[in-house]
């Protein structure tokens, strides 16, 4: 089978959250999801969001083994789960995630003349009262909550009193989170009602929000708690990797958008039938080259011949071929599963970070890009590999050190080259890369294109591109959609949750980034015609000549 993928280069992660904002705009900017972040940049160490989502003890999510070595859902069994099913304790309050507010700004506005400055203060998006913001969903950001809150990292319990208190001024990095897109999500394992499914043509997994009863199970057994609930419609959603997207070819908005250009999109072959035998070895740190293993060589004869008995199309082959995900993975094993020790088998990898090891080195005084120097700094600073491996590998350092050294290998290569003098050869053995992969792995990390970051083939149907278009919206969009309506008789509690609510009704007007490609303004900002109306360039003037598409496309 075949499955797009993510690799972030966590060493280009400067923090700007600007792919959390842009997909926010674009995904979730409706009543309802006001806490709702598919996309969020995490400060590490930290709790992260929501709040300590790590802590499997406390939430039962991901994947577990049975005394019998079998694979069973960590949330218990199927009659467990039906005995919760209307009073789960493993999911998480708002409270966990952030009560969500806003500022009465009509004070700031309607005040009468004073001596005073009128104070907005802040609201309650649920109730509608004054409250105290005491959390969000970027409390951490760069250790600004201090020790008192870092310390409740739940990775840093697992280390040693000295980690504790030094950590934080030792090693801080960022760590941008989507949906995983599993292999083997826990969460359409849990689904009651079938509602999330994987897409056999890319592996996306999505909700059906027609079938979705929001039984909230899902929340509970996803391990990185990146489904959320919407308390508007009553639907579970999630990150969609931007299908309507790259169903064109075009990378995600999180992607597109990434100032440091630190995301990666490709292709991966892999044997569907290896994916259960690999969840369920025993060493929770067999785990990351179990993963490895299901992997396939898309330039291995025998697996293209395969791929196309499976009916797996020649422009897929040659992107994965052609995918930058597949060499950061398999060929320079530089690329490390976040948790594998959840069993979920995730599809969006990080490259670890090297930039801190090379500032602590640069302080002392020493030359923080020679090899020596570097190769001994990662050895020597132990502290950041155990963090890192609990966070990539399961608690094993070796990977984790491999991959920083092959790194610092490279920058010290490169840079020796860069400055036209002759490279050190025992650079390429010593990190077990040819000189050739050095320079090729380089390219792809400091310099690649927009067309090398991003190998997406083109999976569209005829009309795909219309799915995301102004003229037909969405079945999201608006309380007329598929979804419950339970709750719309509290429905005035809500009238401060739609932000929307400052636009113009029509959705033709807004600024839509799902339609952007990147490349020019078209499709992006909604243009004129004529007559002075407002319409986007990719639809049609006359919503009434546009032809509608089933609200039950609409996943």
Same mark, same amino acid.
């Given at each position: ?182 292999? +083997?999500?826990?969460?359409?394992? !849990? ?5 999330? @499914?994987? %897409?056999? =043509?890319? &592996? $996306?997994?999505? #909700? ?21 609930? +919407?308390?508007?419609?009553?639907? !579970? ?5 931007? @299908?309507? %997207?790259? =169903?064109? &070819? $075009?990378?995600? #908005? ?302």
């Amino acid at each position: 089978m075949a499955q797009l993928a993510m690799v972030m280069n966590l060493d280009k992660c400067i923090g700007c959250h600007t792919c959390s904002v842009t997909c926010k705009q674009a995904w979730t900017n409706r009543a309802g999801t006001e806490y709702v972040w598919f996309n969020n940049v995490e400060t590490r160490p930290g709790q992260g969001y929501p709040r300590r989502y790590e802590d499997q003890e406390k939430w039962k999510g991901g994947w577990t083994l049975t005394k019998r070595g079998k694979l069973t859902l960590k949330s218990g069994s199927r009659m467990k789960r039906l005995l919760n099913i209307f009073a789960n304790p493993d999911l998480p309050t708002v409270s966990d995630y952030y009560d969500p507010w806003s500022y009465d700004y009509d004070n700031l506005l309607s005040a009468p003349q004073m001596d005073t400055t009128p104070v907005a203060r802040p609201k309650s998006l649920i109730t509608g009262e004054n409250t105290d913001v005491t959390w969000g969903a970027n409390w951490d950001d760069s250790l600004g909550s201090g020790p008192e809150q870092v310390g409740k990292d739940p990775l840093l319990a697992k280390l040693s009193e000295q980690v504790k208190l030094e950590f934080e001024q030792t090693f801080m990095f960022y760590l941008p989170r989507i949906c995983e897109h599993c292999l +083997n999500p826990s969460c359409a394992a !849990a689904c009651p009602s079938g509602a999330i @499914y994987k %897409r056999s =043509e890319d &592996g $996306i997994v999505l #909700v059906d929000q027609d079938k979705c009863r929001g039984w909230r199970q899902c929340v509970s057994s996803c391990p990185y708690k990146k489904i959320y609930f +919407n308390h508007k419609t009553g639907k !579970a959603e999630k990150c969609t990797f931007c @299908y309507p %997207r790259v =169903e064109v &070819g $075009i990378p995600t #908005v999180c992607s597109e958008t990434c100032v440091g250009r630190l995301r990666y999109i490709g292709v991966m072959l892999y044997d569907a039938d290896a994916v259960r035998a690999a969840c369920e070895v025993t060493d929770d740190k067999e785990l990351y080259p179990a993963q490895l293993g299901v992997f396939l060589n898309p330039h291995d004869p025998r697996v293209i011949a395969e791929a196309e008995a499976a009916g797996i199309s020649p422009d897929w082959i040659q992107a994965a071929q052609d995918s930058p995900v597949y060499k950061l993975i398999v060929d320079y094993k530089i690329a490390l599963p976040l948790h594998p020790e959840y069993r979920t088998m995730p599809m969006v990898w990080y490259v670890p970070p090297l930039s801190p090891v090379v500032d602590v080195l640069s302080e002392t005084g020493h030359d923080g890009e020679n090899v020596s120097n570097l190769f001994g700094a990662i050895d020597a600073l132990r502290i950041p590999l155990e963090y890192l491996a609990e966070l990539f590998t399961a608690g094993q350092i070796e990977p984790v050190r491999d991959s920083l050294q092959r790194l610092a290998g490279m920058r010290s290569f490169m840079r020796s080259i860069n400055l036209g003098q002759e490279p050190d050869m025992g650079i390429p053995d010593s990190v077990g890369l040819e000189p050739e992969e050095i320079e090729a792995m380089y390219r792809l990390l400091a310099i690649a294109k927009y067309e090398h970051r991003y190998v997406i083939p083109n999976g569209a149907t005829s009309r795909a591109h219309e799915l995301d278009s102004l003229a037909t919206g969405c079945s999201l969009d608006t309380d007329g959609g598929p979804g419950m309506t339970a709750l719309d008789v509290v429905v005035e509690k809500f009238h401060l949750t739609d932000t929307n609510g400052a636009a113009p009704d029509e959705k033709s007007n807004r600024i839509n980034l799902l339609n952007w490609d990147g490349k020019s303004a078209a499709g992006l900002l909604p243009a004129k015609n004529g007559n002075g109306d407002t319409h986007n360039g990719d639809a049609p003037p006359n919503d009434d000549a546009a032809e509608p598409i089933p609200t039950g496309a609409i996943r």
